[in-house]
């Protein structure tokens, strides 16, 4: 199958360069193999996926174009094998154990893998995350098939700017857009990716984006368990360096954060422990390229250690960079949970009444203060007004409105003073300070 291009599938006519997509076979025949990867036109899933070049190997696993002789068209193919732990013998596609010691390793990994191909098939009605076709196992490992992604990682395409610092609106532009597929992903299926970072996040011919490599991802629901710790130094922020460190969508929301200030200073940030021990960064704003102050902080915000203080989901931190930049809000309509009801909440996560929970009534004004005629009562503190503030889930929207009924000590959101008697709107997991800091409330939503 000489005439056959190893990277698109189509007839070469022998040449050594496809006249298609100008892959250049020749010298992909010639160059060091990889040990472990399977021989180009080895056939997997029963016969219905073809094997072509190498498009990517890392630790855990190796990716290789191919092509779906069901569908007639091509995808890619990412198999389960583990570098140091895992080899291929020769004249053989199955995979085997180093050695007897690393087969409880070899079976985590794999276990792992398919919690990938898991979360990947729980995105599949999402635009921006790359699709899965299937998943499977033979030659004694893992596969899944996904469509194939034309485009440039996020880190090459910084590559074709001057000193790889992308412009402003378009890099605002392109976070934004992996912001709303992110929300989509923590609320549709309540997990969160755990590896955002320039090269995870495909630029598309069309400008569009692809969000890839689940592999780290978790569900939220067990945002408080022990989680292995594998990150980008730079993009993860301290709870990830922890396994017991509290994670969940302000997880993601750092690394957006690391991600924006990577393209519009074409550096990295210091690593998390580093900042937590006192190194600093340079402001986007006094770095003299002209970024705004506005969306300088707005990316501080996301870039806050402290969970509890950093904006706290992909929708609020996408709303806040594109209004510093005066780009339109993100869409955030239409993301509750297709056949679920939603259960709209106020929770306290510190201070007085610490835990405590109140669900609200959809599309109505709900009350909070010390008055025992509030619908919420509070108690512990003198801090708190009267009547306080008022919490409102707008169903249309998923969103929540707050407003400050004139309190003594305030209303804070990221140490922002709220004015009273203005609406401010805000989303799934947003948190708020009442009695200059006395009770910290969080909003969100439930499903089912």
């Known amino acids: 199958m000489s005439d056959i291009c190893l990277n698109c599938f189509s007839e070469t006519g022998g040449a050594s360069i496809c006249p298609v997509c100008h892959f250049d076979n020749g010298m992909y025949r010639i160059k060091k193999k990889n040990d472990l990867a399977l021989a180009p036109f080895t056939s997997v899933g029963n016969g219905r996926f073809l094997l072509g070049a190498i498009l990517g190997a890392g630790g855990f696993g190796i990716t290789y174009a191919a092509y779906d002789n069901k569908m007639r068209m091509r995808c890619s193919i990412k198999e389960y094998a583990p570098l140091n732990i895992a080899v291929r013998q020769v004249n053989s596609t199955e995979l085997v154990v180093a050695d007897e010691s690393k087969r409880k390793i070899y079976q985590h990994g794999r276990k792992r893998f398919y919690e990938e191909a898991e979360a990947l098939y729980k995105c599949r009605d999402i635009p921006e995350i790359v699709s899965l076709i299937g998943y499977f196992q033979e030659n004694n490992t893992a596969y899944f098939a996904m469509e194939y992604i034309e485009g440039l990682t996020l880190r090459n395409y910084a590559k074709l700017y001057p000193n790889r610092r992308v412009a402003e609106k378009k890099a605002v532009e392109i976070v934004s857009k992996t912001c709303i597929a992110l929300e989509q992903v923590h609320s549709k299926t309540h997990i969160f990716h755990r590896d955002i970072s320039p090269e995870n996040i495909m630029i598309m011919r069309?400008?569009?984006?692809?969000?890839?490599?689940?592999?780290?991802?978790?569900?939220?629901?067990?945002?408080?368990?022990?989680?292995?710790?594998?990150?980008?130094?730079?993009?993860?922020?301290?709870e990830q360096?922890?396994?017991?460190?509290?994670?969940?969508?302000?997880?993601?929301?750092?690394?957006?954060?690391?991600?924006?200030?990577f393209l519009l200073s074409g550096q990295t940030l210091p690593p998390a422990p580093e900042r937590a021990s006192g190194v600093t960064y340079v402001k986007l704003k006094d770095m003299g390229y002209g970024i705004t102050p506005a969306l300088s902080d707005a990316i501080d915000r996301g870039l806050i250690l402290k969970v509890e203080d950093r904006i706290q989901t992909a929708a609020e931190f996408g709303n806040a960079?594109?209004?510093?930049?005066?780009?339109?809000?993100?869409?955030?309509?239409?993301?509750?949970?297709?056949?679920?009801?939603?259960?709209p909440y106020v929770?306290?996560?510190?201070?007085?009444?610490?835990?405590?929970?109140?669900?609200?009534?959809?599309?109505?004004?709900?009350?909070?203060?010390?008055?025992?005629?509030?619908?919420?009562?509070?108690?512990?503190?003198?801090?708190?007004?009267?009547?306080?503030?008022?919490?409102?889930?707008?169903?249309?929207?998923n969103s929540f409105q707050i407003t400050d009924m004139g309190s003594t000590n305030g209303t804070y959101r990221n140490d922002v003073h709220l004015l009273p008697h203005h609406t401010y709107e805000m989303t799934d997991g947003a948190v708020i300070e009442l009695g200059a800091g006395v009770m910290k409330l969080k909003v969100g939503v439930q499903y089912g």
Request: net charge neutral; aromatic share 8%; glycine share 10%.
């Open 347 to 397: 929770e306290v996560v510190s201070g007085i009444m610490n835990h405590a929970k109140w669900y609200l009534p959809p599309d109505k004004n709900v009350l909070l203060g010390r008055s025992e005629e509030d619908d919420i009562v509070t108690q512990g503190s003198q801090m708190i007004s009267n009547k306080h503030i008022t919490v409102r889930y707008v169903t249309a929207t």
């Open 206 to 238: 069309d400008e569009g984006i692809k969000l890839i490599d689940f592999g780290s991802a978790k569900n939220l629901d067990g945002a408080n368990s022990r989680f292995s710790i594998v990150l980008k130094p730079g993009f993860a922020p301290p």
């Open 241 to 261: 360096y922890i396994s017991t460190g509290k994670q969940g969508r302000y997880t993601d929301v750092y690394a957006l954060a690391g991600t924006l200030y």
């Open 321 to 343: 960079i594109s209004d510093a930049c005066g780009l339109p809000k993100i869409s955030v309509i239409g993301l509750s949970m297709t056949g679920t009801a939603a259960k």
